[in-house]
């Protein structure tokens, strides 16, 4: 192999001057194929240039090769489950069920098709060699983690499961500022969208039969009472407890993860959403009292509250400590059906693509990605509206005059008998609008964030 990694370095040497710089490796990979992004090939330089000095010399270059080989000779030997020199699509089943991925022989077969030269349906170690030779990807985790549901995505609400991060990603700090990217292009695509996050609440607060409110009308409504900038009200609040919530699930995920799993043992589906789901209602429990200022703010008058401190200052001195809580139970039991039907239907849609589009790759590409997030995420918010409806009515009832202090069963009650099953949905069509621009917004945010931050492409 040595003689054939010289050769390849001297093609790829383009000014002949014995060493690469990011460009020759870059045109000269993509002229046979072998890589196809910039993102690919600065991973390769900055691995394999040792004394950061802007170039690939030939020790450099000999030593990545031979020292990437050896990673791939142990991702190949860890799926070769019955020692015969070739992986087969059941032990590709098998070893991403041990990852708590499940897919079908017929997926497992398209990955080795992706992979396998000669059309035997195995890949032996050569072909496997010369699949993965100048590819970053050094293990079939690879995989799963194209399909990783992205932090970066953002369309307003707090019940999603938290993200994935391998060890590699946590002992390096690329954890830290994956979720700080995401937190800034929350921060960006909340406050862009704050209008019709506000008009949503106004309309689930005020959107009876007696009292009609349609999209045009609210909005014309809200400029009215309080002119332009009061389309951004609560927004602050909806700003600020993103970095507390995103904090105290990422940290309360983890725990639960290790109480779910034994030592070693990955994470399954069934497990991630159970320790997802957990690690939600923990951080609800933990900001929820700025979920109420939110609301209170959102719903208030101009005038009523002169910001976030004096409105939680009102709210203690009328009402107590116990309002701090108010809708607290559907917020909590609206987290099962929002996590649950989000990682089904992208679970199912990652399946469907698998299926019938991965014939060079399993890698979906952006697009794909943010259309399955997207759709999941709607899925999910579609069961829970309801849960979610009652929880704001109750945050905001004790503003209403004339409005009797219900609990949740008993709100359920009402609004179904005095707007039937669509009383449930007030608010969704605004709700739904803000979805599209909230992802497309939160994902360009989040990917100059992590150019900015300083992390690698995975």
């Given at each position: 192999m040595d003689s054939l990694y010289g050769d390849l370095f001297w093609y790829l040497d383009y000014n002949e001057d014995g060493t690469l710089d990011i460009s020759e490796l870059q045109e000269g990979l993509e002229d046979v194929w072998v890589i196809h992004s910039l993102e690919e090939a600065k991973k390769i330089f900055t691995t394999g240039d040792v004394n950061k000095d802007g170039k690939l010399d030939f020790e450099e270059f000999m030593k990545y090769l031979k020292d990437h080989e050896k990673k791939m000779k142990l991702a190949f030997k860890s799926l070769d489950k019955n020692n015969d020199g070739k992986i087969e699509a059941s032990e590709i089943v098998q070893s991403l069920q041990t990852l708590g991925l499940t897919i079908s022989e017929k997926q497992a077969e398209l990955i080795l098709q992706s992979i396998d030269a000669d059309g035997t349906m195995t890949v032996d170690w050569n072909e496997w060699r010369d699949y993965f030779l100048f590819n970053p990807v050094t293990d079939i985790e690879e995989i799963i983690r194209f399909w990783k549901h992205s932090t970066g995505i953002d369309i307003g609400d707090s019940l999603t499961i938290p993200d994935e991060f391998t060890e590699d990603e946590k002992k390096s700090g690329q954890w830290w500022r994956q979720l700080l990217a995401g937190g800034v292009a929350g921060a960006v695509s909340r406050t862009s969208t704050a209008p019709?996050?506000?008009?949503?609440?106004?309309?689930?607060?005020?959107?009876?039969?007696?009292?009609?409110?349609?999209?045009?009308?609210?909005?014309?409504?809200?400029?009215?009472?309080?002119?332009?900038?009061?389309?951004?009200?609560?927004?602050?609040?909806?700003?600020?407890?993103?970095?507390?919530?995103?904090?105290?699930?990422?940290?309360?995920?983890?725990?639960?993860?290790?109480?779910?799993?034994?030592?070693?043992?990955?994470?399954?589906?069934?497990?991630?959403?159970?320790?997802?789901?957990?690690?939600?209602?923990?951080?609800?429990?933990?900001?929820?009292?700025?979920?109420?200022?939110?609301?209170?703010?959102?719903?208030?008058?101009?005038?009523?509250?002169?910001?976030?401190?004096?409105?939680?200052?009102?709210?203690?001195?009328?009402?107590?400590?116990?309002?701090?809580?108010?809708?607290?139970?559907?917020?909590?039991?609206?987290?099962?059906?929002?996590?649950?039907?989000?990682?089904?239907?992208?679970?199912?849609?990652?399946?469907?693509?698998?299926?019938?589009?991965?014939?060079?790759?399993?890698?979906?590409?952006?697009?794909?990605?943010?259309?399955?997030?997207?759709?999941?995420?709607?899925?999910?918010?579609?069961?829970?509206?309801?849960?979610?409806?009652?929880?704001?009515?109750?945050?905001?009832?004790?503003?209403?005059?004339?409005?009797?202090?219900?609990?949740?069963?008993?709100?359920?009650?009402?609004?179904?008998?005095?707007?039937?099953?669509?009383?449930?949905?007030?608010?969704?069509?605004?709700?739904?609008?803000?979805?599209?621009?909230?992802?497309?917004?939160?994902?360009?945010?989040?990917?100059?964030?992590?150019?900015?931050?300083?992390?690698?492409?995975?």
């Open positions: 019709l996050d506000r008009l949503k609440i106004m309309m689930q607060v005020h959107g009876s039969k007696s009292d009609k409110m349609n999209i045009f009308g609210g909005f014309r409504q809200m400029v009215k009472e309080g002119g332009v900038r009061s389309l951004w009200r609560g927004n602050g609040t909806n700003v600020i407890k993103i970095a507390p919530e995103t904090a105290v699930k990422f940290w309360a995920y983890e725990q639960y993860k290790k109480l779910l799993t034994e030592e070693g043992q990955k994470v399954g589906t069934f497990e991630r959403f159970i320790s997802g789901s957990m690690a939600g209602a923990t951080a609800q429990t933990f900001i929820y009292p700025m979920e109420v200022m939110k609301t209170r703010l959102a719903v208030g008058k101009t005038g009523q509250y002169s910001g976030i401190y004096d409105c939680a200052k009102k709210i203690l001195k009328h009402e107590g400590l116990g309002a701090f809580y108010k809708g607290y139970v559907p917020n909590l039991l609206g987290i099962i059906p929002y996590a649950g039907i989000d990682l089904a239907v992208y679970e199912l849609l990652k399946s469907y693509w698998l299926d019938n589009f991965a014939k060079d790759s399993v890698n979906p590409g952006v697009m794909v990605l943010l259309g399955c997030g997207a759709l999941s995420s709607t899925c999910g918010q579609l069961a829970s509206y309801p849960l979610a409806l009652v929880r704001t009515r109750m945050q905001a009832q004790a503003m209403l005059e004339g409005s009797p202090q219900l609990n949740m069963v008993g709100l359920f009650r009402r609004i179904i008998s005095k707007e039937g099953i669509p009383g449930l949905y007030r608010g969704i069509t605004p709700n739904f609008m803000k979805v599209l621009p909230a992802v497309g917004i939160s994902y360009v945010v989040y990917e100059n964030m992590k150019q900015t931050l300083g992390v690698t492409q995975k």
